[in-house]
């Protein structure tokens, strides 16, 4: 039985481009329903790019992405997100024009779901992140970071996804901040058996959170393992947790 | 005074029909980034299928005025915005990943096939209708002067306020009109959310050319003729109607509409008619001097 098949996302030997310059090189990536699976690896590697290319943007040159064992690799974006994969995406992206509830319908609007269900992800992305009910009638662009981090995710939470991409989730962000963001993505997968990509520079943060991790290099995975276990490995320390965590 | 009120009221109807227009030019604007060039000759094409609608009607026996018009309206809209979805797809989409002034160049290439295409098959005269709406109301007479508020201004100004209070609650309320901002503000991103950006962006079209095809309408009414040179003339006012009010902006499209109406106007009433357009165009450089991004406009730079 190959590992494609009982995983709900799985990449293989994916190449994408701008241009010229190829940033994915042939990666091979899996995750499995009801797992949290950190990606990490240094500004440039190409995790954003990944994450993208899942949408089609870039486009896949070469390789496959199979959703719950659907060929979704030349989908356009908008039936990907129809199918219930959600992102996060790197800048957060809310419309800055738009309300917060306005933002949170857009998210509903992705996948079709009965006012009873809406109103239920409604509710639970109110209890998740608290903030963004006392700023419902404010326009996007005027929140401070961390609430229009807690929109983002928020929003792609009103799919109701069957997989969450975040990338980036604590960019910028006070430490106080970060740990409530991770703290709500923790009780996503506990609570509600969400299956989570997360793509991240805070090594730390991420792997302690993850099931599993993954290690990019210039479009490359080099290491894969339990996250726990990817922590405990000097070449990790070395290169992402002690001396290049700001680099 | 009442000579005032008189050319308040003319301002206002012409106003109207510029405003009409300019939503369609800030709409476009807004979702692709572009000026659609074409957008003045797809009103063009609005009066002349409103004149061949009406004519139609009236040669099979129909004589009801509000049933022939409101005829008139629905398959005007219709057909002119069938104009406004196959220009996007055939001359601004193939360009939408090409450099910035592809999409522009073309515009202007379809405004001319659209004017010449008119000129061909409908000839090169003005087409006069005789007065389709008569009669009005006086509503102050001083002896020397008097206000009068005709019935076919009445109409234009209703139809439009009608409209607008349409448009108004589809962009601010329904999920069409949130998929239009969306794609407005950040197509990836309302592509990630699932929203079909090229769907969106050809209904942004079409509902453009459906207002310009009742100011075509309301044209047809208010002056009783059309010809295939009336868009180029009146899409230059619109769109400065769509810059003075702040282009991207569709509150500032209607105000910029009014606005350039009772300046021309006022204008013609209270110095000469001959210098109208210098007049509207001055004030447009004179609010830009002071105010680049036009009357309701935002700046482009924005907090993310």
Partial sequence: MSAAATSLLAIRGLRAAYGKIEALKGVDLDIKSGEIVALIGANGAGKSTLMMSIFGRPRARAGHILFDGQDITALPAHQVARLRIAQSPEGRRIFPRMTVAENLQMGADATPGSDAERAASLERVLKLFPRLDERMTQRGGTLSGGEQQMLAIGRALMSRPRLLLLDEPSLGLAPLITRQIFSAIRTLNREDHLTVLIVEQNANHALRLAHRGYVMVNGLITMSGPGMELLQRPEIRAAYLEGGRHG | ?304
Avoid at chain 2, 26 to 55: C, E, Q, R, S
Avoid at chain 2, 102 to 120: C, D, H, K, R, Y
């Fill in chain 2, 1 to 304: 005074m009442d000579y005032f009120f008189q050319q308040l009221i003319n301002g206002l109807v012409l106003g109207s029909i510029y405003g009409l227009i300019a939503i369609g030019y800030t709409m476009v604007y807004g979702i692709v980034g572009m000026i659609n060039f074409a957008h003045g000759d797809i009103f063009m094409i609005g009066g002349f299928i409103a004149l061949i609608t009406f004519l139609i009607l009236v040669s099979i026996g129909l004589t009801f005025i509000p049933v022939i018009l409101l005829l008139v309206l629905l398959v005007a809209m219709a057909v002119t915005a069938l104009y406004g979805w196959t220009v996007e797809r055939i001359a601004y989409r193939p360009l939408r990943q090409s450099f910035r002034l592809a999409p522009m160049l073309s515009a202007i290439g379809m405004s001319f096939v659209l004017s010449n295409f008119a000129q061909v098959s409908q000839g090169a005269r003005v087409k006069p209708v005789p007065p389709i709406i008569t009669g009005g109301y006086t509503l102050h007479d001083s002896g020397n002067f008097a206000v009068q508020l005709s019935n076919v201004q009445i109409v234009v100004v209703v139809t439009t306020v009608v409209l607008l209070a349409a448009f108004t609650y589809i962009v601010s309320r329904t999920r069409f009109g949130r998929d239009m901002r969306a794609c407005e503000q950040d197509q990836t991103m309302a592509a990630l959310l699932g929203v079909d950006v090229d769907r969106t962006i050809s209904m942004t079209f079409v509902i453009g050319a459906a207002l310009a095809a009742v100011a075509g309408m309301m044209y047809l009414l208010y002056y009783g003729l059309v010809d295939f040179f009336m868009g180029f003339i009146a899409g230059i006012k619109a769109f400065t109607a769509a810059v003075l009010g702040g282009i991207g902006s569709l509150p500032g499209a209607m105000l910029g509409g009014l606005a350039i109406g009772l300046i021309e106007t006022f204008w013609s009433a209270y110095f000469s008619v001959e210098y109208k357009d210098v007049a509207a165009f001055s004030i447009l450089i004179i609010v830009l001097i002071f105010m680049p991004t036009g009357l309701l406009g935002r700046p482009e730079v924005e907090k993310v």
